[in-house]
Structures are given as structure tokens and as C-alpha cells.
């Protein structure tokens, strides 16, 4: 069933096209790029379990739906490939998401059309700072069908930005305060109104949304003056280096809902990056909404700092559970018998009958927050917010909206 959003879209869309006729597709340049050598992996080919076939082999200036035409590469991950398109039809720039062939169920989808009804209804700000889903369709691929999300267009994540720009430090501490306050108010409206645990908050996943469109305009006038390198893999598939342009100020919006799950729960399974994943998550508990909170400290973390808080590695690199859980206690204290009864037989893997820690990982030294936490003048107000945020026990972490009013970002 269409959304409320999809439906008020292709009105507005209707009327755009009796008054405006769709542009007509440029044509892209075929010369004048530099080449990859066929022994260099780059991009989504870098990635441990790349198969090239499960993905669809999109080309510069292909038009999907005779309406969305790509101009860049925007990036890539496991399961999609993303790309800046012109949509021909309603004059504006958006972003591309195509997955690969074998991704056949979408969590995304349908928890979009479940969350668009309520954002066009909600009074909250967080309905901002939220990554808006303007289409949907399929692709036939050379070995099978592929889904296309079609987004609000944005600038890089937060990751890319620190990446790219603060390679070996963090952000300023007044612009993470500004990014998890509207982080909040992301999450506020999800848990409040949405009623959708996102479970993959990271600033992977926080983008820097955009007030206009002149950005993106330079980034295809780009491949006309520059043409990207690339890689011609076979006489059907080339692979193109991602685009990136320098950030400019913008709202924060909290994207990929491939991983949320619907209702408060309680859920089960696995879910989060390793290093994100909350105590409950380790301990095989049932989870709800905390998991986001939880996730909101260590993206905090970093954003501000050059190191993550949690690796989930041993002194040798390597890395499991053990080593994860030692980190906890190092940095949080042991924790409570009361989470520890809730699944005893996970429990009996790393402690004995008496709660004593088995010593599968050893405990590191000198990993209290105040003796990590070594790039803020005063950081007092911030150590007891993320004190507030990282509890061992999920019901103990104020919501979204309690957090809103924290006096480190009040201060």
C-alpha cells in the first residue's frame, strides 16, 4: 500500500509535470578519464565477501524509470551501491540506493511506509532529522532482479567527513553537541511517535543534510571538466570511484533503516556494529529502544575523539565477546547480578556460579573514562553524560527526550 508520503509525492508530481516538461538526459563523457589497473582493487571490491555478480552494474548517465538519470558514485557497502541522479521529472537532485540481486527481504521498505504516515502528521523537530524515502521500484540485473530506494539527497556521513577532513583527531565539541542533539531529536520522534527501534546508529549512518541543491550541481558539472577514474572490469561492468565534495553546514539526518525493527519489543537477535553493540545485545538479552541510547554515547565518543571506547579485540587484534565484555568492566565496573540472572546460560560463559569473571579476556588497566577521555579541557559535563548513556542495564538509560536536556549539551 502506498504511503501517505508516496501519495502527496506523486500529486505534487503530477502537477510539476503540467507545468513543467521533464529535462532531457545529458550525455555523458566516454573519453578523458583515468583508468584502474586491473590489479588494484578499489571500492565495493575491496570488501571481504564481494561476489561482482550480486551487484547491478551501474553506469554514469544510465536512466532508471525513465526518469532518474545517475551524474556520480556516492559510495558503496555490502549490500547496495549509492549514487547521485537528477530526477529529470521534478527538476531536483536525489540519491540512489541499488541493492544487490540476493537482498530480497527489505526491512527498509516497509518500515518507511510505516514511519512516512507519522512524519507528515508529527509536531516533533525530529521528524527534520530524518532521511526522507521519495521512491521505490526494481531493476532486472544480469542475474536477477534488484530494488532501488530512492532518497532525499544528502552530503557525506559524519564517518566519511572525520575521514576525510579530521583523519587523526575529532570534531569540535560544539559541533558533536549540535549532531547528537539532533541525533536526539531523531530518535525522540522514532521511540516516541514511530514506535521503531533503529538499532544501527553510528556516524556511518548520520548524514549532513543539505539547504541546497548547488553542491550537488557541481559534483555532475565535475564528470564533464574531470571524469572520475574508473576501472572497466568487463565490456558490461565498470566500477567508479566515489565522488566527494568539501561539507557545508546542514541538519543532521539519521539514515538506513535496513536493520530497524517496528514496535517496542522486547526484540531478539543480533543487531549493531560489533563495537556498538550494547551489553544486552552481547548477553543474548532481549532489547528495545535502549540499544539506540546506548549507541548514542560511543557515536558521541566518537565523533569528538581519534579512537573508539570499545574495540571488542584482545592485545593481539583479535577480536570476541570476551575481550568485548572485559572492556565493559574495565571502563563501566562489573556488572549487576540482576542482568547477569536474566540469561544464565549465556551468563555461565564468562562467569562462575559466585558472578566471578572466568578470565577468557583479561581485564585492561587504566580504562575508566576519565583516563581515556584526553582531548577536552573540562570534560566533567561530557564523562557524565556518557556515565548517563552507558549503563550496563537497559532500563537505567533515560530516553531520547531526557537526554535532550543533559546539561553537557545544555552547557
Keep these: 500500500m502506498a504511503s501517505t508520503w508516496t501519495k502527496l ?55 532508471f524509470g525513465s526518469r532518474y538519470q545517475t551524474v556520480a558514485k556516492l559510495g558503496f557497502g555490502s549490500s547496495s551501491t549509492i549514487w547521485l541522479a537528477r530526477d529529470l521529472r521534478d527538476h531536483r537532485y536525489v540519491a540512489l540506493k541499488v541493492y544487490i540481486d540476493s537482498s530480497r527481504f527489505h526491512r527498509e521498505l516497509p518500515l518507511y511506509e510505516e514511519m512516512e504516515a507519522r512524519l507528515e502528521t508529527t509536531t516533533k523537530p525530529g521528524r527534520k532529522n530524518i532521511r526522507r524515502l521519495l521512491d521505490s521500484f526494481q531493476i532486472d540485473g544480469p542475474r536477477g532482479r534488484h530494488v532501488v530506494l530512492v532518497f532525499q539527497a544528502a552530503q557525506m556521513s559524519l564517518r566519511d567527513m572525520k575521514l576525510v577532513f579530521q583523519p587523526t583527531g575529532g570534531f569540535d565539541e560544539m559541533f558533536v553537541k549540535g549532531a547528537v542533539e539532533e541525533l536526539l531529536k531523531a530518535l525522540d520522534f522514532l521511540h516516541s511517535e514511530a514506535n521503531i527501534v533503529h538499532t544501527d546508529v553510528h556516524p556511518g549512518n548520520l548524514l549532513l543534510g543539505l539547504d541546497s541543491d548547488a553542491q550537488l550541481r557541481f559534483l555532475e558539472d565535475q564528470e564533464f571538466s574531470n571524469p572520475v577514474a574508473r576501472k572497466p572490469v568487463s565490456q558490461d561492468r565498470t566500477i567508479y570511484l566515489s565522488r566527494l565534495m568539501r561539507p557545508k553546514a546542514g541538519p543532521m539526518l539519521l539514515s538506513d533503516f535496513g536493520e530497524a525493527r517496528s514496535g517496542a519489543g522486547p526484540h531478539a537477535g543480533d543487531i549493531m556494529p560489533i563495537q556498538y553493540r550494547a551489553p544486552e545485545v552481547i548477553m543474548c538479552i532481549c532489547w528495545s529502544y535502549p540499544v539506540d541510547i546506548w549507541s548514542v554515547g560511543l557515536t558521541a565518543w566518537d565523533l569528538l575523539g581519534p579512537k573508539r571506547l570499545f574495540t571488542a579485540q ?56 576519565e583516563e581515556l577521555e584526553t582531548r577536552l579541557k573540562s570534560p566533567s559535563l561530557f564523562i557524565a553524560f556518557l556515565r548517563r548513556v552507558l549503563t550496563w542495564t537497559p532500563e537505567e538509560r533515560p530516553t531520547a527526550k531526557e537526554l535532550l536536556q543533559d546539561p553537557w549539551l545544555r552547557s
Excluded: C
Design 9 to 63: 509525492a506523486s500529486s505534487i508530481s503530477q502537477l510539476t509535470q503540467r507545468t513543467t516538461p521533464p529535462e532531457a538526459p545529458r550525455s555523458f563523457p566516454t573519453t578523458g578519464f583515468s583508468l584502474v589497473g586491473q590489479g588494484q582493487k578499489v571500492e565495493e571490491e575491496e570488501l571481504p565477501d564481494y561476489v561482482a555478480d550480486r551487484f547491478y552494474p551501474v553506469r554514469l548517465g544510465e536512466v
Design 314 to 369: 584482545d592485545e593481539d587484534g583479535d577480536m570476541y565477546d570476551a575481550a568485548h565484555l572485559a572492556e565493559l568492566i574495565a571502563t563501566l565496573g562489573p556488572p549487576p547480578a540482576e542482568l547477569l540472572r536474566r540469561n544464565p546460560e549465556r551468563t555461565a560463559d564468562f562467569w562462575d556460579e559466585h558472578g566471578n569473571w572466568l578470565g577468557l579476556a583479561p581485564i585492561p588497566a587504566n580504562r575508566s573514562l
